[in-house]
């Protein structure tokens, strides 16, 4: 998982692709052992690669059985390019988020629908406690701003910000220039503040 | 945090609140997201500027207001059908002794079938045997011949060892029969291991009672164990 230095109190840490850390295997050295037959490097790549990929999906789609499809069949796809994968070509979370976005975008037409905030889907991983009621409204008016940017600024900001990736991997995902990337990082987040600056400084309790 | 230079003006003087503005616009709050090349210039700036820390705190609280909505993690259903795609060569449990391997849960036994196969099993065949062994065996593209092969997919836990498996035999003119398609299993595993190829082109599958459904409904309302028949 991606480190984020802290400097505040109470930020949360981005659920983020792991990388290898020191110690581990590479993902390429991994899927060599997958193409290779090797039934105990897969589980490793799971463990690794699924929670970020299907949170990235529902962050894109907004829906759980979406979210949760997109991921199986990322994963899927990945066991079929196993045996032609080519060390160096891209990083695998590049590859694993260009599916996902691809899938999350073939279902977006086919459905021909725009993501729906889930009214009880964003509660996930809080706590019942005195200040939960307005995190809750705080996170969901956040869900409704997100969800109000344009789809491409929306994944742009959803790879780097939620999924850890640096401005040039994101453009990786999206296949676009690390220029236009950033304009769309520039944008999305200028639209954010805009969105949010009345809206969440009453929520938390601001003048 | 890196902080040196920080305490000379004149380096801070080298950027301007706007493009301090920019550098979060475009890479958000955190510096060590930053370019390497601007990173000196921006935390000199932020030293001596009420402007410029302003700016920062504006940054930091969207993140903080983005970091709140948290995603939902995968159910351990999908997390268990995922994991139980891996490929059945080495196996991370060993087989309890006495026990002997089946040859189709090998990756050698994989290669063995195929080399008994006449030339070529129908590519349907070889289609839905991608999932166990297609990164290491091509194709075929000529000759003619029924085929009749199984693969597997199996999830090996501390215990047990869960497999599904299906057996395609298709006949030479491409027809596809009542019984040519069998698969059973765990639920999860059978839906993982027909999505690989099927899923794509086969709208719906016929249960051995002639209802048609789609996949995921036939491998469940059967319990894990049916005799499918993929309608074209």
Redesign the interface.
Do not use: C
């Given at each position: 998982m991606r480190d984020?230095?802290d400097?505040?109190p109470?930020?949360?840490v981005?659920?983020a692709s792991r990388t290898a850390a020191h110690g581990e295997e590479h993902d390429d050295e991994l899927l060599a052992r997958?193409?290779?037959?090797?039934?105990?490097a897969?589980?490793l790549l799971?463990d690794r690669h699924?929670?970020p990929v299907?949170?990235?999906a529902?962050?894109l789609t907004r829906n759980?059985t979406d979210?949760?499809d997109v991921?199986?069949?990322t994963?899927?796809r990945l066991?079929?390019k196993?045996?032609?994968w080519q060390p160096g070509d891209a990083s695998l979370r590049t590859w694993l988020y260009r599916v996902a976005t691809n899938l999350c975008i073939d279902r977006h037409r086919a459905a021909n629908r725009m993501p729906v905030a889930s009214e009880t889907?964003?509660d996930?991983?809080?706590e019942e406690t005195a200040d939960f009621t307005r995190?809750i409204d705080?996170?969901r008016a956040?869900?409704r701003a997100?969800d109000r940017l344009p789809e491409r600024q929306r994944r742009a900001?959803t790879l780097?910000?939620?999924q850890g990736l640096?401005?040039g991997e994101a453009a990786d995902v999206l296949e676009i220039s690390v220029d236009a990337c950033?304009s769309l990082?520039?944008r999305a987040?200028?639209a954010?503040?805009a969105d949010?600056r009345d809206e969440?400084a009453d929520l938390l309790g601001e003048d | 945090?890196n902080t040196k230079g920080m305490s000379s003006p004149e380096r801070g003087a080298e950027m301007s609140v706007a493009e301090l503005r920019?550098i979060?616009?475009?890479?958000?709050a955190?510096p060590?997201?930053w370019p390497e090349e601007r990173r000196k210039a921006a935390l000199a700036l932020l030293a001596q500027s009420p402007a410029a820390r302003a700016v920062r705190a504006?940054?930091?609280?969207?993140?903080?207001?983005?970091?709140?909505?948290?995603?939902?993690?995968?159910?351990p259903g999908?997390?268990r059908?995922?994991?139980a795609?891996?490929?059945?060569?080495?196996?991370?449990t060993p087989v309890p002794s006495g026990r002997a391997l089946p040859t189709w849960l090998t990756?050698a036994g994989w290669v063995d079938a195929l080399s008994a196969v006449p030339r070529p099993a129908a590519l349907a065949a070889m289609a839905i045997v991608?999932?166990g062994?297609?990164?290491?065996a091509p194709h075929p593209t000529d000759g003619a011949g029924n085929a009749t092969l199984q693969t597997v997919a199996?999830e090996?836990g501390d215990v047990s060892t869960r497999t599904a498996v299906a057996t395609v035999d298709e006949d030479d003119d491409g027809d596809w029969n009542e019984g040519d398609v069998v698969v059973s299993g765990p639920a999860p595993l059978v839906t993982?291991l027909l999505?690989?190829e099927y899923a794509p082109s086969v709208p719906a599958w016929e249960l051995s009672d002639g209802e048609s459904v789609g996949l995921s409904q036939a491998v469940y309302e059967d319990g894990g164990a049916i005799d499918a028949l993929p309608l074209e």
């Open positions: 984020h230095p400097s505040r109470g930020k949360t981005r659920p997958v193409a290779k037959g090797d039934a105990t897969w589980p799971v699924l929670v299907v949170g990235f529902w962050r759980r979210a949760e991921g199986q069949e994963f899927v066991m079929r196993a045996g032609d889907e964003i996930s991983g809080a995190d705080i996170a956040v869900q997100v900001l780097v910000h939620y640096s401005n950033e990082l520039a987040r200028r954010l503040k949010l969440a | 945090m920019q979060y616009e475009t890479h958000g955190d060590v997201a504006e940054a930091e609280r969207l993140d903080h207001l983005l970091d709140t909505v948290t995603a939902p993690k995968p159910s999908l997390v059908a995922v994991r795609l891996a490929p059945s060569g080495r196996r991370s990756v991608g999932i062994i297609g990164w290491i199996s090996t993982a999505q690989t």
